[in-house]
């Protein structure tokens, strides 16, 4: 599902490179990535992600050579592979928790499921706030919000970082 080789990746600046162990995930395979703040998690999920570019070593992510794809070739592969959950939630204030999940649906190219929408919103325990704007939530319900986009159409490969963070025991 997930394999890389010799994985660097460079921030603008200068910085030294951060450099990531090989490693081969098997479909159905968990990771847990460890490590202290700025060790390059996030960014080890944003490169498996097509969310940036590795500056040097080989990416196959669910079989695609991550290197060769370019532009709205990525866009596509990323919309129909990989379910996201970022630290940032990037929820769009301008649309309601609904709408943001069906531009799940709009980024694969595919008409909106609004069913698929209700059944995911509901699994999270958040379908009694689908019309509200994302200012109108907590944060552990925007993370279930967030949590329900990333599943919404399921994904090959599901990516959390730190999926958790604002959710009490009980979520």
Not at 33 to 49: F, H, M, N
Not at 108 to 122: E, F, K, N, V
Not at 151 to 169: I, K, M, N, Q, Y
Request: glycine share 12%; net charge positive; with cysteine.
């Amino acid at each position: 599902m997930i394999r890389t080789r010799g994985l660097c990746f460079s921030h603008a600046g200068g910085a030294a490179p951060l450099r990531f162990a090989d490693l081969d995930l098997e479909p159905g395979g968990t990771l847990l990535l460890r490590g202290r703040s700025g060790a390059g998690k996030s960014t080890w999920l944003a490169l498996v992600a097509g969310l940036r570019r590795a500056a040097a070593g080989e990416l196959c992510v669910a079989g695609q050579e991550l290197g060769g794809l370019r532009g709205a070739g990525l866009d596509a592969w990323r919309a129909r592979t990989i379910g996201y959950l970022p630290q940032k939630l990037h929820l769009s204030g301008a649309l309601s928790v609904a709408e943001n999940l069906g531009l799940v649906y709009f980024a694969a190219g595919l008409p909106c499921d609004a069913a698929a929408i209700s059944r995911a919103l509901a699994q999270l325990d958040v379908a009694a706030l689908a019309a509200r704007k994302p200012h109108q939530l907590s944060g552990g319900q925007a993370q279930r919000v967030a949590l329900a986009r990333a599943v919404l159409r399921a994904p090959r490969l599901l990516l959390a970082d730190e999926p958790t963070a604002s959710l009490d025991d009980d979520a």
